[in-house]
């Protein structure tokens, strides 16, 4: 099982961008999902949060900005980012921990970059 992550480019501050992560089979069954990022120079942060109960939760530096969603009938993940900031300039990546048939998969996308200029 693999996951594609798109979305990222080059924004001004204050502007938008959705973020898709997609998963390689329909088989992959996703029951939380995230989206972490990594700025240079800083670990990986968890940014925002699903889970199959439908709970989510958001960073304290995104709430009210970011909103995480998923289209189960896709298998994708999106994070939707407005009123982007300079400081949210990072690799965008996604995570997935469902199941393959029986088997339990927790899976990384490759990453995505956004950067947020003055």
């Known amino acids: 099982v693999q996951l594609q992550a798109s979305g990222g480019g080059l924004v001004q501050a204050g502007g938008s961008l959705r973020l898709s992560c997609v998963a390689s089979?329909?088989?992959?069954?996703?029951?939380?999902a995230g989206w972490y990022r990594q700025a240079p120079g800083k670990q990986r942060e968890l940014v925002a949060a699903d889970t199959r109960g439908g709970s989510t939760n958001y960073a304290d530096s995104v709430k009210g900005r970011f909103a995480i969603s998923r289209d189960k009938a896709k298998n994708t993940v999106y994070l939707q980012m407005n009123s982007l900031k300079p400081e949210d300039t990072a690799v965008y990546y996604c995570?997935?921990?469902?199941?393959?048939?029986?088997?339990?998969?927790?899976?990384w996308g490759q990453g995505t970059l956004v950067t947020v200029s003055s």
């Open positions: 995570n997935a921990d469902g199941r393959v048939g029986t088997s339990r998969a927790n899976v």
């Open positions: 089979t329909r088989f992959f069954m996703i029951n939380d």
